[in-house]
């Protein structure tokens, strides 16, 4: 017990250090502007000066002072920010040197202290077929490195199948204000069973979608017969890898199901990033913050 904790916290260590030099100020200034509070609030009044609007005229401070000022308003920036965390069998699979669930640490850490240098509260939901973990929004560097030791920690019990539609609901009800929300997940799920609720959840909260999949995810290698175990339900199969058709088959439906799942990112405007573990993420989420940026 004490090795498997050793362990954890060099990885959670690990990815301390990577993603610190993964942030810097232009990053920080992306997520800035891409990801805006809950509206303005007032922050002081200063002398008219030619060229500002007469509506922000205060008529109560230039009537007792006898000289024009108006009122300067500021944007009410602290914003929530919930990662929702797929912890199903299927992220503790990876071919390379990480599993799905140690990527979807790093992404979520490397998020995470973005959102904590601009005074962000964060919070954190782990789900498979189940609501695994929730841990309410705060504020705190601290906070960043539990989320993170949670998902990594979580990934030696990653069983059963994935509920994206029990997570949002349980989302709907613990998260009434309007909050950026990160869904992290293979989606390895029945696309009919979501759909409608991750429509539904866009519409209240600030959706962004990130799809964690690994190379083998796309296609099968040539190995000879195989047998196959399905980390979500257990069960086995056994499949003649050396036949080209299997594999062209398995192919073109794992791009099927990515070609679907882009679809309906497009359809209903929710930005997604999809990442993988035999690539590098950042340039991924520097694109999705300059192309949020752009849209507003």
């Known amino acids: 017990m004490a090795t498997d904790v050793k362990e954890l916290m060099a990885k959670v260590g690990k990815i301390r250090i990577l993603t610190n030099r993964l942030i810097d100020d232009q990053l ?20 008219y000066t030619a060229g500002d609007d007469v509506r922000t005229i205060d008529w109560n401070v ?23 965390v797929d912890v199903s069998g299927s992220q503790g699979y990876g071919s390379r040197n990480r599993s799905k669930m140690e990527l979807a640490a790093e992404v979520t850490a490397l998020l995470a202290l973005t959102a904590i240098r601009n005074q962000d509260k964060i919070g954190l939901m782990l789900f498979s077929d189940r609501i695994v973990k929730y841990i309410p929004p705060r504020k705190g560097r601290d906070s960043v490195m539990r989320l993170v030791r949670e998902v990594l920690a979580a990934e030696d019990e990653a069983e059963g199948g994935t509920d994206i539609a029990a997570a949002l609901k349980f ?112 340039d991924g989420i520097r694109a999705l913050f300059k192309r949020r940026s752009r849209k507003r």
Not at 30 to 41: A, I, L, N, R
Not at 63 to 68: E, N, S, W
Not at 207 to 230: N, Y
């Open 28 to 47: 920080s200034g992306d997520y800035h502007s891409t990801f805006k509070g809950q509206g303005v609030e007032f922050d002081e009044v200063r002398p």
């Open 171 to 282: 989302l709907s009800g613990v998260q009434k204000r309007r909050a950026v929300v990160f869904l992290v997940s293979d989606f390895l799920a029945d696309a009919d069973g979501f759909e409608q609720l991750l429509r539904a959840t866009a519409r209240r909260h600030d959706v962004v979608c990130v799809p964690v999949e690994d190379p083998a995810e796309r296609e099968l290698p040539d190995v000879g017969l195989v047998e196959l175990e399905d980390s979500e339900t257990g069960e086995l199969v056994l499949v003649d890898t050396s036949s080209e058709s299997v594999r062209r088959y398995f192919a073109e439906k794992a791009s099927e199901d990515r070609e679907a799942l882009r679809r309906f990112f497009a359809k209903t405007g929710i930005d997604s990033v999809p990442v993988s573990t035999d690539r590098p993420y950042i």
């Open 62 to 84: 230039t009537a007792r002072t006898g000289v024009p000022y108006i009122k300067r308003f500021a944007e009410e920036r602290e914003l929530t920010v919930l990662f929702m």
